[in-house]
Each structure stands twice: as structure tokens, then as C-alpha cells.
């Protein structure tokens, strides 16, 4: 069983070979839905109907969520395949499998000694959810007549063996709340300022250590230029990288961001003020750029988000667009015939820019359309026209060919920077997109929580241990849930938990606290 994901740019492959004959009755491809082609490179009806429903589903909005399901659902498909080749039967369909393949697949993938096919307990969460969604489906389209497996009150009942009857001798019962109990208790991974500074300037940079130890040490010149580095779009990529570590922005976030919304005014320095009840009521001038994340933009894709950059990094952007982004597309036009204009892929959609965040796509009708609801595959595809000539790409970074860039190059540039980081640092070097967001996340409710035990004087606080705290955990938790995107507080407090620092500083506040307030005296 083969994975393909169509994107603007082509067949991007999961495994496997193209099987062009298979590819070719995937009609009206939609931009981000995978598609299933057999072992034997049969298009799978079955398959493929059932996750272009998933991708109509208001409950499953993101292409990450399609993936994800289909790669889960591949990869049961293949156990069962694999199950059935060892004990000697003709492989079955999907469809046809049984309580008891349930309750083996969940031995398996849940083997506490580790096995190759064993997982942690929220991967295997998200499977039961995949397939799940896949066997209701196939109950509703009547390919079986009973699941075998139910969900009820959260918990997850696997492996009632046919012929047990009603002695569930064989049941398994899983919570899944029990099995997220299990997630790594490791921290998020994420980078300290050194090895930030070594990731940036010699992975993506293309710098190399001072051979000079001494300057290194005692000089500050840690890093010199390599005449040996022949990476292209170094300063795009490092640019990059700055902007996830300093916003907490997604890869996929900071990739849909448009030209137009970093604009070239003063104007993205004004910062909303709110009142006491959280209504904006004015703008001051602040040190920060403020930008809005559209709201097909973000995960979950229920309100946009306000994004801060800092102003030297806002200024930095703006070079980019001037200079180096201007350059790869006047090099994709000059490659054009003699008027000069930008060449259009094939699925390209040409628009004109409005007021208020609008466009228009002339070549559909006159409808004025908000970027704000336009998500991130669809962000890909649109191509600005001025003066009745296309300029070039709407979104914001491109390749060094004018192309707008996907996800996945900006996975392969992290890959190379991983790899030349490795080799002159003589030490194994895994950094991806997200590990910039936890980065950002440590580091800004360190500073945060450090600025406000500097700044609160337990005398003037509340007479109370509660407030103390809100103030100082409370609240700068609420400030990183709102930057981060979060839905809810729980998913940040991810941060505090694994933060080394915050129980130091907890001791060291409620000691204050304590002996300020005589509450220490025994």
C-alpha cells in the first residue's frame, strides 16, 4: 500500500514509486488529500473515498489531520497484510478484520519492551481515532456490520475474541486517558541560547568554528566564514529560523504568512491596548511589529492571532522582500518570454490585491474574497497581478527560483543545517521547524516569570499566597497561551512543568512571601 499527498508542485511521495496509470483516475484532485494506491498499483476506491469525506468533515479541517489519519490507517492496513503473509493466508481487505486483529494490533503497538512496531500512548490515541473514523465510516457504507472495537465514555474496549460470547475472557479495556498518562516525561526539546547561536550560524549560515581556541574562548569570535559552504538562500533560511524562535509561530504559520501582510509602514509598530473586560480600546507605539495570523492560518482556525516581532527582526523582513525575494522572482520573469511577465504554474491562481485584507480572482468572477479565510494550501497557489501583469508569488518566502516554497523544503532545510552542524561540531545534531516554537515557549516564560519575581514587592501584594502566585505563574501562562495559539491553558502548561528554574523560583517567592508575613515562625 503506497501513501501519494498532492500538492501544488507535484506528487509528493510517502514511499514507494509513482504508479502513473493509478495516479491518473485521481480526478479533481483536492490540494493536500492523500491518496491510496495498492500494493498491486490499484487505485483503492474504498480507501480514497473515505478520506476525501474526512477532508470535507468540519471536524477535520486540517491537511496535518488527513495525513496523519491516512498514514495510520496505511500502516494497520500493512500489519494486517504482513500478519496474514506469515501465517500463510492470502492476504485480506481491510475491512474484513477481526476483534481478535484488534486485540494483537493493540498488543503490538503498545509492547512495553519496545518492539519495532511498538509506540507511545498518544501516537496510539490518534490511531484508535483513525481508525475509528474509518470503521464507522465503513459501518455507514455498509462494508461491515459491526465494529471491531466501540468507544464508550472514553474508553477504548479492544479484542472481544468471537466465540467468547459474553465472557469477555478476552476483552481489553484501554482509557485514554490512561494511555496519554503515559507521554514522555521528557521536556519539550528545545535550545539553549548557545546552541541556538551554533544552529544559526553554522547550520544555517554556513559559518564553521574559529580554528583560533583562544579567540573562541576570550575573544567573543566563536565563528568564522567557511570558504568550504556552498548552501544558496542562507540569509532567507536563517531569517527563517529567527522569526519561529522569536514568535513561537508553526512552520506552517510562519510558510502561509502573504507579501502583504508584513507591509512596509510604521503602522505594524501600533499595539492594541485592552481594558479591564478585554476590549481593544487604543493603539500605542510599541517596540514590537504587530501581524495577524489568519484565521485559516492556524490551528483549530477559530480566531486569527496576533503575531510580535521584534522590530530589528520586522526590519530584516522587509529587506528580504526588497532585495533578496525580488531577486529570485525578477530571475523566474527573465526566464519568461519577451514581455517579462511571471510565469504561472499550470495550477496557479492569478488574484488582485483589494483593501482590507481582500482579492479578487478575475479569471472566477468580480467576488471579493478575505485572505483571512484562505488556509495555508490554498495560500501556495495564489499569484499577484498589478496593472494587468502577474509580479510574482502572494506568499512571502520563496525558493531561489521565485516558486513559493512548501512545508516540506523548509523540513529539508533544517535536515542540511542538522547535518553540517553534526560535522563540524563532531556531535549528533536533531533541530526541526517546532523545536523553535518550544524554544521560544521556554525561554519567554522564563523571562517572564524571572521579570516579575524582580518587580513584585510582597509587601504591596495581596495579603494572600494566591495572589502572589496568579501573579507570577498565572499570569505570564495566560500571556504565552495567547502567543502560542493555544486553546487552552493546559496545553501550556506543558512549559512550566518542565521548566528547570520555575521550582527554584517558586521556593525562593513563597519564602519571601513567608518570611515578610511572619507565616515562617514555628
Known amino acids: 500500500m503506497h501513501l501519494f499527498v498532492w500538492q501544488s508542485d507535484g506528487w509528493n511521495l510517502s514511499d514507494g514509486s509513482p504508479v502513473t496509470r493509478a495516479l491518473t483516475e485521481a480526478s ?57 503473509t506469515v ?15 484488534m486485540f494483537e494490533y493493540h498488543g503490538v503497538r503498545q509492547d512495553q519492551s519496545g518492539g519495532d512496531w511498538a509506540v507511545s500512548g498518544p501516537t496510539w490515541n490518534r490511531e484508535l481515532s ?25 474508553e477504548i474496549v479492544i479484542g472481544v475474541a468471537a466465540g467468547h460470547g459474553s465472557s469477555f475472557d478476552q476483552q481489553v479495556t484501554v482509557s485514554q486517558d490512561a494511555l496519554a498518562a503515559k507521554r514522555s516525561k521528557r521536556p519539550p526539546k528545545y535550545l ?40 544558496r538562500m542562507a540569509a532567507r533560511n536563517a531569517l527563517f529560523a529567527k522569526l519561529l524562535v522569536s514568535t513561537g509561530m508553526r512552520r506552517s504559520e510562519a510558510n502561509s504568512l502573504l507579501r502583504c501582510e508584513v507591509p512596509d509602514t510604521e503602522s505594524v509598530f501600533d499595539v492594541s491596548v485592552d481594558d479591564a473586560a478585554g476590549a481593544p480600546q487604543q493603539k500605542i507605539r510599541g517596540t514590537d511589529a504587530e501581524i495577524m495570523l489568519a484565521t485559516a492560518a492556524v490551528k483549530g482556525r477559530t480566531n486569527p492571532r496576533p503575531v510580535y516581532i521584534p ?35 499550470s495550477r496557479g491562481v492569478v488574484v488582485e490585491f483589494g483593501a482590507s485584507g481582500t482579492y479578487t480572482v478575475p479569471a472566477w468572477d468580480a467576488k471579493r474574497r478575505d485572505f483571512d479565510a484562505s488556509d495555508p494550501q490554498f495560500r501556495r497557489l495564489l499569484y499577484e497581478r498589478q496593472h494587468g501583469r502577474v509580479v510574482g508569488p502572494a506568499q512571502l518566502w520563496v525558493g531561489e527560483h521565485g516558486l513559493p516554497l512548501s512545508e516540506k523544503e523548509w523540513n529539508s532545510v533544517f535536515e542540511a543545517a542538522n547535518a553540517r552542524c553534526s560535522a563540524i561540531l563532531g556531535r549528533p545534531v ?27 514587592d510582597v509587601r ?24 502560542m495559539g493555544h486553546q487552552s491553558l493546559e496545553s501550556t502548561w506543558v512549559y512550566l512543568n518542565h521548566l528547570e528554574e520555575v521550582q527554584d523560583l517558586a521556593n525562593e517567592a513563597m519564602t519571601r512571601f513567608a518570611r515578610d508575613f511572619g507565616l515562617d515562625d514555628e
Open 311 to 345: 522590530r530589528g527582526l520586522y526590519r530584516r523582513l522587509q529587506r528580504y522582500v526588497k532585495h533578496e525575494r525580488a531577486h529570485a522572482v525578477a530571475l523566474r520573469r527573465a526566464g519568461a518570454d519577451r514581455t517579462g511577465e511571471y510565469r504561472v504554474p
Open 430 to 456: 536533531d533541530v526541526n521547524p517546532h523545536d523553535m516554537r518550544h524554544t521560544y515557549a521556554i525561554h519567554f516564560l522564563q523571562r517572564c516569570i524571572e521579570a516579575l519575581l524582580e518587580r513584585t
Open 460 to 483: 504591596r501584594s495581596p495579603s494572600t499566597p494566591v495572589e502572589v502566585t496568579r501573579r507570577i505563574y498565572r499570569d505570564p501562562l495566560e500571556i504565552l497561551r495567547k502567543r
Open 28 to 84: 479533481a484532485l483536492k490540494e493536500g488529500v492523500p491518496i491510496f494506491i495498492t500494493a498491486a498499483g490499484r487505485y483503492d476506491e474504498h480507501l480514497n473515498t473515505w478520506v476525501q469525506e474526512l477532508s470535507l468533515s468540519a471536524k477535520a479541517k486540517s491537511p496535518y489531520t488527513w495525513y496523519n489519519y491516512a498514514h495510520d490507517v496505511r500502516r494497520f492496513v500493512l500489519y494486517l497484510a504482513h500478519v496474514d
Open 87 to 101: 501465517r500463510g493466508r492470502v492476504p485480506r481487505p481491510w475491512f474484513e478484520a477481526t476483534e481478535d486483529d
Open 192 to 231: 539553549e541560547p548557545h546552541e541556538w547561536a551554533d544552529y544559526l550560524h553554522i547550520g544555517l549560515e554556513g559559518m564553521t568554528l574559529n580554528p583560533d581556541r583562544h579567540a573562541r574562548a576570550h575573544d567573543g569570535a566563536r565563528y568564522v566564514p567557511d570558504p568550504a559552504f556552498r548552501g
Open 130 to 154: 483513525a481508525l475509528h473514523n474509518l470503521f464507522a465510516w465503513a459501518k455507514r457504507k455498509g462494508l461491515v456490520q459491526e465494529m471491531p472495537f466501540r468507544i464508550q465514555h472514553r
